[in-house]
């Protein structure tokens, strides 16, 4: 089983990208994904998550109305879709894969993970 996580870069504030979260040996459909982010000297945060039945979004509050998070069941995939990115957006980000989405932002949540990639925001 594998995930990995792409679609990192430098943007600029204001800018947007779209990350990826594909996986091998596991079908993304029938498990929750959540995205985290950790940025240096602080601890990793939950972003967002997209249950696995009912497609129910979570988010923290200062992601609303800039990220969203959605679904290709036919590429495997989950997308993080950042908007108006911000310089304190800067980050390592993760994806993870859990059979729920209870507790998604609690410590050890998350069954499968996928090696980050670097988001990072300045002019």
């Known amino acids: 089983v594998q995930l990995q996580a792409s679609g990192g870069g430098s943007v600029q504030p204001g800018g947007s990208l779209r990350l990826s979260c594909a996986a091998s040996?596991?079908?993304?459909?029938?498990?929750?994904i959540g995205w985290f982010r950790q940025a240096p000297g602080k601890e990793r945060e939950g972003v967002l998550c997209?249950?696995?039945?009912?497609?129910?979004?979570y988010y923290i509050d200062s992601m609303k109305g800039r990220f969203t998070i959605s679904r290709d069941n036919a590429k495997n995939t989950v997308y993080l879709h950042m908007n108006n990115l911000k310089p304190e957006d800067t980050a390592v980000y993760y994806c993870?894969?859990?059979?729920?989405?209870?507790?998604?932002?609690?410590?050890?949540?998350?069954?499968?993970w996928g090696q980050g990639t670097q988001v990072t925001v300045s002019s």
């Open positions: 040996g596991l079908t993304l459909e029938f498990y929750a």
């Open positions: 997209i249950g696995a039945r009912d497609g129910s979004t």
């Open positions: 993870a894969a859990d059979r729920s989405d209870a507790g998604w932002r609690s410590r050890g949540w998350g069954r499968y």
